[in-house]
């Protein structure tokens, strides 16, 4: 059974950078478009950023000029660099993606969120 599996959130002082990171654990499971979305003071989760399986991004205007989201195909495995932190980055932290596997689809998978804490 494939999962997303997240990695590199943690607590950081405003200003600071941190990477996430998100890869899918089944054998022969490709990453399509994939997204990172965050869930804050229990409001519903929002696109930070997205990524096409040619490597076109869009962004949330809130974070434009400093997130950045990457793939490396070789690895299966999708980026969000945040660079510039503010408080108000504070969420948890989830990687969507839609996947392929010996050409069959697997839409719309989430991974189990990581904690992203900006301190001031």
């Known amino acids: 059974q494939v999962q997303l599996v997240e990695s590199g959130g943690g607590l950081v002082q405003a200003g600071g950078s941190l990477r996430l990171s998100c890869a899918a654990s089944?054998?022969?499971?490709?990453?399509?478009?994939a997204g990172w979305y965050r869930e804050a003071h229990g409001n519903r989760r929002e696109l930070v950023a997205g990524?096409?399986?040619?490597?076109?991004?869009n962004y949330d205007d809130s974070v434009k000029g400093r997130f950045t989201i990457s793939r490396d195909n070789a690895k299966n495995t999708v980026y969000l660099q945040m660079n510039s932190l503010k408080p108000e980055d504070t969420g948890f932290y989830y990687c969507?993606?839609?996947?392929?596997?010996?050409?069959?689809?697997?839409?719309?998978?989430w991974g189990q969120g990581t904690q992203v804490t900006v301190s001031s």
């Open positions: 089944g054998s022969n499971f490709v990453i399509d478009a």
């Open positions: 990524i096409t399986s040619a490597g076109t991004t």
């Open positions: 969507n993606a839609d996947m392929t596997s010996l050409g069959n689809w697997y839409r719309d998978y």
